[in-house]
């Protein structure tokens, strides 16, 4: 029997989900899109598969999963039927029509995270849900150049939670920067705010959160420049207990490669 695929992107508010991945008991972004897909094509005979798996309150600008199906869509009323019936911090943004030779998990792909916060002061309650505020100020240009020694190949064991037996702990970060937040901007945002961009191909259960926590903590002055290069070099198998807050992390872009 023929099969018809399609690559649908989305965005979404994590705030009040608990991550992208079905779990029981608990309300995610896949469970409620395959809770809303029966109603919007009239049947369940239908597959869907995530490019990404995202942690609980973790928002995303874009994110990509495929839906396999028995029969063709008529994707422009199908779009706006999606949209009309998801909840509103979930959006539909493109869906594009692939073939079989496409592999969502498999085809490689690189992916963009931004990870927002301010230092200084208590923000607005309002600003909670995507960026991580700490009343104490930070050594900002110390942690600009942490930042950069993430980038290139390393042994992340050190930046990794409940790894399994078969995890690669070598990756490669092609982009770890601290910038001042021009990405994201609301009335309510503090005067001056800061988005770290991480680009790599694959990341970690909470790669990213203990990279950012560490950085954190190279701001207050808790550790130093060296702490961050040793933990790279000689890790062990004891991981990082600095987790950065989940709400401050987006994943922003998905680009498969040709």
């Given at each position: 029997?023929k099969?018809y695929?399609?690559l649908?992107?989305?965005?979404?508010l994590g705030?009040?989900f608990?991550?992208?991945?079905?779990?029981?008991?608990v309300?995610?972004?896949?469970h409620?899109i395959?809770?809303?897909l029966p109603?919007v094509?009239?049947?369940?005979?239908?597959k869907t598969?995530?490019?990404?798996?995202?942690?609980a309150?973790?928002?995303?600008?874009h994110?990509?999963f495929?839906l396999?199906?028995k029969e063709?869509l008529?994707v422009e009323l199908?779009?706006?039927t999606?949209?009309s019936?998801?909840?509103?911090d979930i959006?539909?943004i493109?869906?594009?029509?692939?073939d079989?030779s496409?592999?969502?998990?498999q085809s490689?792909?690189?992916k963009?995270?931004?990870?927002?916060?301010?230092?200084?002061?208590?923000?607005?309650?309002?600003c909670?849900p995507i960026?991580?505020s700490?009343?104490?100020?930070m050594?900002?240009?110390?942690?600009?150049?942490g930042?950069?020694?993430f980038?290139?190949r390393h042994?992340?064991?050190?930046y990794?939670t409940?790894?399994s037996?078969?995890?690669n702990?070598?990756?490669i970060?092609d982009?770890?920067?601290?910038e001042?937040n021009?990405?994201?901007?609301?009335?309510?945002?503090p005067a001056?705010?800061?988005?770290?961009?991480?680009?790599?191909?694959?990341?970690?259960r909470n790669?990213i959160?203990l990279?950012m926590?560490?950085?954190f903590?190279?701001g207050?002055?808790?550790?130093?420049?060296?702490d961050?290069?040793q933990?790279l070099r000689?890790?062990d198998?004891?991981p990082l207990?600095?987790?950065?807050?989940?709400?401050g992390l987006?994943?922003?872009k998905?680009q498969f490669?040709k």
């Amino acid at each position: 029997m023929k099969q018809y695929f399609y690559l649908i992107h989305i965005q979404y508010l994590g705030f009040r989900f608990h991550g992208w991945a079905k779990q029981p008991n608990v309300k995610t972004i896949h469970h409620m899109i395959d809770k809303t897909l029966p109603f919007v094509l009239g049947h369940s005979e239908f597959k869907t598969l995530g490019s990404s798996r995202t942690d609980a309150m973790v928002s995303a600008n874009h994110a990509v999963f495929e839906l396999f199906l028995k029969e063709p869509l008529d994707v422009e009323l199908f779009f706006d039927t999606l949209n009309s019936n998801l909840p509103t911090d979930i959006r539909v943004i493109e869906i594009i029509p692939t073939d079989d030779s496409f592999n969502i998990i498999q085809s490689p792909k690189l992916k963009e995270y931004l990870y927002l916060f301010a230092v200084g002061e208590k923000c607005h309650p309002f600003c909670a849900p995507i960026l991580a505020s700490f009343m104490e100020n930070m050594d900002i240009e110390l942690m600009k150049e942490g930042a950069r020694l993430f980038e290139g190949r390393h042994n992340f064991r050190k930046y990794c939670t409940k790894p399994s037996e078969k995890t690669n702990f070598d990756r490669i970060i092609d982009k770890c920067q601290i910038e001042e937040n021009t990405s994201y901007t609301a009335s309510f945002f503090p005067a001056r705010s800061y988005a770290c961009h991480i680009h790599g191909k694959g990341f970690m259960r909470n790669q990213i959160r203990l990279m950012m926590g560490t950085l954190f903590r190279l701001g207050r002055g808790e550790l130093g420049l060296e702490d961050i290069k040793q933990s790279l070099r000689h890790p062990d198998d004891t991981p990082l207990d600095c987790i950065a807050p989940a709400s401050g992390l987006i994943l922003n872009k998905v680009q498969f490669e040709k």
